[in-house]
């Protein structure tokens, strides 16, 4: 047997095998060991030149270059980075479960690059862009640093597709996650450090209706006391290792 899957609980092998309905939660943690840091770490290192408040409409119009070029530069650092075995595990697992829903808060396309189809994505994606205002896609291969540039169409300044702060989760996506959350037979929070709403509130839901609860994360967080089942470690040992626990034939 390989030694991370002694960690992971029976009860939660049996619900998985049993289960009609998964639902799965990503945060940040989850691309951590692709070399993509959290938002946590970024605030402690590598990021700390640009401050959270800056994710902000206001801080666009203020300084579109500034605002353009970190996504620009973080556009770059996804494309660089490899999805990891965390992110091919659920892959993976999606084939196994009748109904299957991810829903991720992060905005790097590592799940879908590992396969994961279908993926929810609450807070957009830093792959796609739109005017400023948010009425036409606009389709760019290669962001360059500078200036944003402006919409063929409105002639408005061009933004990544994600949601800044106090602007709305798209209500489509937000829908099916709460609906997804509420009905499922399991619900995995993974990577997130769940203080953010309203996806905090997805793996309450799922206790509310009833479903297997679990954690995986290497360090305690809010949800940590109110979950059924906490897996403390990386995503990228211990997902592999659920699968193989859940589905022998997995590899
Ligand atoms: P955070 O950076 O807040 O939390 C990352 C979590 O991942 C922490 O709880 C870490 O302990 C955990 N973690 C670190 N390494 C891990 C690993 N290898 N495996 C599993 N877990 C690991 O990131 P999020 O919770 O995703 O919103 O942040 C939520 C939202 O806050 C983001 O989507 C972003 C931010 O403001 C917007 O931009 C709208």
Same mark, same amino acid.
Request: charged share 15%.
């Given at each position: 047997?390989? #030694?991370?899957?002694?960690?992971i609980p029976n009860e939660l092998i049996a619900a998985l095998r049993t289960a009609r309905r998964v639902t799965v939660?990503?945060?940040?943690?989850?691309?951590?060991? +692709?070399?993509?840091?959290?938002?946590? &770490?970024?605030?402690?290192?590598?990021? +700390?030149?640009?401050?959270?408040?800056?994710?902000?409409?206001?801080?666009? %119009?203020?300084?579109?270059?500034?605002?353009?070029?970190?996504?620009?530069?973080?556009? %770059?650092?996804?494309?660089?980075?490899?999805?990891?075995?965390?992110?091919?595990?659920l892959?993976v697992m999606q084939t196994y479960v009748p109904q299957w829903t991810l829903?991720?808060?992060?905005?790097?396309?590592?799940?879908?690059?590992?396969?994961? %189809?279908?993926?929810?994505? !609450?807070?957009?994606? !830093?792959?796609?862009?739109?005017?400023?205002?948010?009425?036409?896609?606009?389709?760019?291969?290669?962001?360059?640093?500078?200036?944003?540039?402006?919409?063929?169409?409105?002639? /408005?300044?061009?933004? #990544?597709?994600?949601?800044?702060?106090?602007?709305?989760?798209?209500?489509?996506?937000?829908?099916?996650?709460?609906?997804a959350a509420a009905h499922c037979d399991v619900f995995l /929070?993974?990577?997130? /450090?769940?203080?953010?709403?309203?996806?905090?509130?997805?793996?309450?839901?799922a206790?509310?209706g009833g479903a297997l609860t679990v954690?995986?994360?290497?360090? &305690?967080?809010?949800? /940590?006391?109110?979950?059924d089942l906490? !897996?403390?470690?990386?995503?990228? %040992?211990? !997902? #592999?290792?659920l699968g193989?626990a859940a589905w #022998?034939?997995a590899?």
């Amino acid at each position: 047997m390989h #030694p991370d899957m002694r960690v992971i609980p029976n009860e939660l092998i049996a619900a998985l095998r049993t289960a009609r309905r998964v639902t799965v939660l990503t945060g940040a943690g989850i691309s951590a060991e +692709s070399g993509v840091p959290t938002f946590r &770490e970024a605030q402690a290192g590598l990021w +700390s030149h640009y401050h959270p408040e800056d994710r902000h409409p206001d801080a666009f %119009q203020r300084n579109p270059q500034l605002v353009w070029e970190w996504y620009v530069w973080r556009r %770059q650092l996804v494309s660089a980075a490899q999805p990891n075995a965390g992110h091919a595990a659920l892959a993976v697992m999606q084939t196994y479960v009748p109904q299957w829903t991810l829903i991720t808060q992060n905005v790097d396309g590592l799940h879908q690059r590992a396969g994961s %189809q279908g993926v929810i994505e !609450l807070h957009g994606s !830093l792959l796609r862009y739109v005017c400023s205002a948010r009425q036409h896609i606009v389709s760019l291969e290669a962001p360059a640093m500078g200036m944003p540039p402006v919409c063929p169409r409105c002639g /408005s300044l061009v933004r #990544p597709d994600v949601v800044w702060f106090g602007e709305p989760l798209p209500v489509a996506a937000m829908v099916e996650a709460f609906e997804a959350a509420a009905h499922c037979d399991v619900f995995l /929070s993974i990577g997130t /450090s769940g203080v953010v709403q309203p996806a905090a509130s997805l793996p309450l839901e799922a206790l509310a209706g009833g479903a297997l609860t679990v954690e995986i994360n290497p360090d &305690e967080t809010p949800l /940590s006391r109110r979950v059924d089942l906490t !897996l403390r470690g990386p995503a990228g %040992q211990l !997902l #592999p290792a659920l699968g193989r626990a859940a589905w #022998p034939d997995a590899d």
